[in-house]
């Protein structure tokens, strides 16, 4: 897994690395951005499935998504929120988690593992 710089400059050296098989995984909200429509339009025409998270007004980067969640952003106040987009990803995390729960588990308790070696975290008393 690897995240993108928010810089679009930059953006080239990670398309490079990019093949048929991986996901791009795309958040343009409100006031989209055309880099990002850009990004994904060069991503998908390598192979590259995207997935958008997205406002309900949906931005123009699901031209290019092969899958798109288009969440209710809107509230009462002078801001949007991002209370539900972030309620969303925990909520697609734990599914696919939960779906291959024996390597996720192995691999979180290799990791517990690497911490406790390297001492970077206190044990609770």
């Given at each position: 897994?690897?995240?993108?710089?928010?810089?679009?400059?930059?953006?080239?050296?990670?398309?490079?690395?990019?093949?048929?098989?991986?996901?791009?995984?795309?958040?343009?909200?409100?006031?989209?951005?055309?880099?990002?429509?850009?990004?994904?339009?060069?991503?998908?025409?390598?192979?590259?499935?995207?997935?958008?998270?997205?406002?309900?007004?949906?931005?123009?980067?699901?031209?290019?998504?092969?899958?798109?969640?288009?969440?209710?952003?809107?509230?009462?106040?002078?801001?949007d929120s991002s209370v539900v987009i972030l309620?969303?990803?925990?909520?697609?995390?734990?599914?696919?988690?939960?779906?291959?729960?024996?390597?996720?588990?192995?691999?979180?308790?290799?990791?517990?593992?690497?911490?406790?070696?390297?001492?970077l975290f206190r044990k609770p008393l």
């Amino acid at each position: 897994m690897t995240q993108i710089a928010s810089n679009s400059s930059s953006w080239p050296h990670y398309v490079l690395d990019m093949k048929q098989g991986d996901v791009l995984i795309i958040f343009d909200i409100r006031r989209y951005e055309q880099e990002m429509e850009t990004l994904a339009k060069i991503a998908r025409d390598r192979g590259v499935e995207i997935i958008l998270f997205t406002d309900q007004w949906s931005s123009p980067v699901a031209k290019s998504a092969r899958r798109i969640f288009r969440i209710q952003i809107e509230v009462p106040s002078a801001w949007d929120s991002s209370v539900v987009i972030l309620f969303a990803v925990e909520a697609l995390i734990e599914a696919i988690q939960s779906s291959i729960w024996e390597e996720t588990h192995d691999r979180m308790k290799t990791l517990e593992s690497l911490f406790d070696s390297t001492r970077l975290f206190r044990k609770p008393l």
